[in-house]
């Protein structure tokens, strides 16, 4: 087996999404068959490269620039599909990019765990967005997608805790405030397989937003640090821009994020 690291930087040069998330679930098969069978396989150290290889399409548009949805309609049920996988696609990157983009601060096997089985679910949400396309004559690539979902991971490369306070306890649970909303469109429109779908990533995005708290507060104790105090320096250190409210506050607080990590970064 390739140690983790390698496996991860082999995920994020991988361009195609149906290739790239077949290569995530196929190794995080292996890793896990083999941390059943009592194994700490080699984590390693690789060189992530700074942005993850993307298929040619879709086109990668400015979001000032990407047509509006009107969820109203076929066409904007689509693009709303659309664009939630190329959310998951991005998560795909992200998960295995934190993996192996770390390796110089020791952390222990569970961090790994968690990321790998992260990605494993990114990948099946990536998956089953695209059959939902599919299944309405459309294809992941069909449309302009958002540039820019990288911004995140690119802005935090050298620091861990603020990939961690960034990605998952901010943008990913901002899909727990978000999710609840598109299900009950696509649950209007009677599309039992969109439904289907978003609530198995809006159940499995409450065990990533999770991660990030445990692993955050792990890091704030190993370090002393208060992990509100530090929470709130790092978002505006590297979120552009306050967070939204309406919050979900009770799967946010399922997740460890109480509410006096964001309401004191939300807009007035
Ligand atoms: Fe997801
Ligand atoms: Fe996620």
Redo the contacts with the bound molecule.
């Keep these: 087996m390739l140690p983790l690291a390698e496996m991860a930087c082999n995920v994020l040069e991988t361009g195609d999404g149906r290739e790239k998330t077949a290569l995530s679930r196929g190794y995080a098969a292996a890793w896990f068959a083999a941390r059943a069978e009592g194994e700490l396989p080699t984590i390693g150290q690789a060189q992530p490269p700074l942005h993850p290889a993307r298929p040619e399409k879709p086109a990668l548009l400015n979001p000032r620039d990407v047509p509006r949805r009107r969820p109203g309609s076929p066409a904007g049920r689509i693009a709303l599909l659309h664009a939630i996988a190329h959310i998951e696609l991005n998560?795909v990157d992200l998960h295995w990019d934190i993996i192996a983009r770390y390796t110089d601060t020791k952390m222990p096997a569970g961090f790994y765990d968690d990321w790998v089985k992260?990605a494993d679910?990114?990948s099946k949400h990536f998956n089953l967005l695209c059959d939902c396309l599919e299944a309405n004559d459309s294809f992941y690539g069909d449309l302009p997608a958002h540039a820019g979902m990288w911004r995140a991971a690119e802005d935090t490369v050298d620091d861990l805790m603020g990939r961690l306070a960034v990605v998952p306890m901010v943008l990913?649970a901002r899909?727990l405030d978000v999710t609840p909303g598109m299900i009950e469109i696509f649950s209007k429109a009677n599309d039992v397989q969109a439904v289907e779908a978003l609530n198995v990533i809006y159940a499995e995005?409450v065990g990533?937003v999770a991660y990030g708290s445990k692993w955050f507060h792990f890091l704030c104790g190993r370090h002393e640090l208060d992990p509100k105090d530090v929470f709130h320096s790092l978002v505006r250190k590297y979120f552009h821009g306050a967070l939204k409210p309406p919050f979900n506050e009770e799967k946010r607080a399922e997740a460890g994020l109480p509410p006096d990590f964001y309401w004191p970064l939300a807009e007035e």
């Design positions: 998560a992260a679910e990114e990913e899909g995005e990533h």
